[in-house]
């Protein structure tokens, strides 16, 4: 007796479709360029915090607002905003390699960078949400006992 075998799909499907192998390096040149994009905009954001802590300071010594405490505000955020940049750039690069060599394990490192991506933004949005819940919590009362 014959033995039938059923077809299956093999785990390189993913490295075998064209179509797939499309929209991962368009995605790929999309992400470089989103992420190179965002690395100028860090630079520049540093630049700026530099700007403030070092010159706004200096010219604006008698303002309630020290501005040296607002450079470093800037710092630290173009400090956070590396990392989802990071992990876009180094989703791109890969998935471009893993495309073009067909690397199992550099789409794997590539997907992993992606993961890291939306889990930062997730993590992110959830503190944002929370900082905002709590100054609506303290600024909503001391609204009304200042009335």
């Known amino acids: 007796m014959e ?5 299956t799909p093999t ?6 479709n064209r179509e797939i192998h499309v929209y991962l390096i368009e995605t790929a040149k ?3 360029f989103l992420a190179i994009i965002g690395y100028v905009f ?5 630049l700026m915090a530099l700007f403030m802590i070092f010159a706004m300071s200096q010219l604006l010594q008698n303002q309630p607002f020290p ?3 607002m450079g470093l505000i800037y710092l630290v955020l173009a400090g956070v905003y590396w990392f989802p940049v990071t992990y876009l750039y180094r989703f791109s690069a890969q998935m471009k390699q893993a495309v073009l060599r067909r690397d199992e394990s550099l789409y794997a ?4 960078n992606l993961k890291s991506l939306f889990k930062f933004f997730g ?5 944002m949400l929370a900082l905002y ?3 609506l919590v303290i600024v909503i009362p001391m609204a009304m006992l200042f009335k």
């Open 3 to 7: 033995n039938i075998e059923k077809t």
């Open 11 to 16: 785990q390189d499907a993913l490295l075998d």
């Open 30 to 32: 999309w992400g470089n």
């Open 42 to 46: 860090m630079g520049l954001l540093a």
């Open 67 to 69: 501005m040296w405490i």
């Open 109 to 112: 490192s590539g997907f992993a």
């Open 123 to 127: 993590i992110f949005t959830i503190v």
């Open 133 to 135: 819940g709590l100054i």
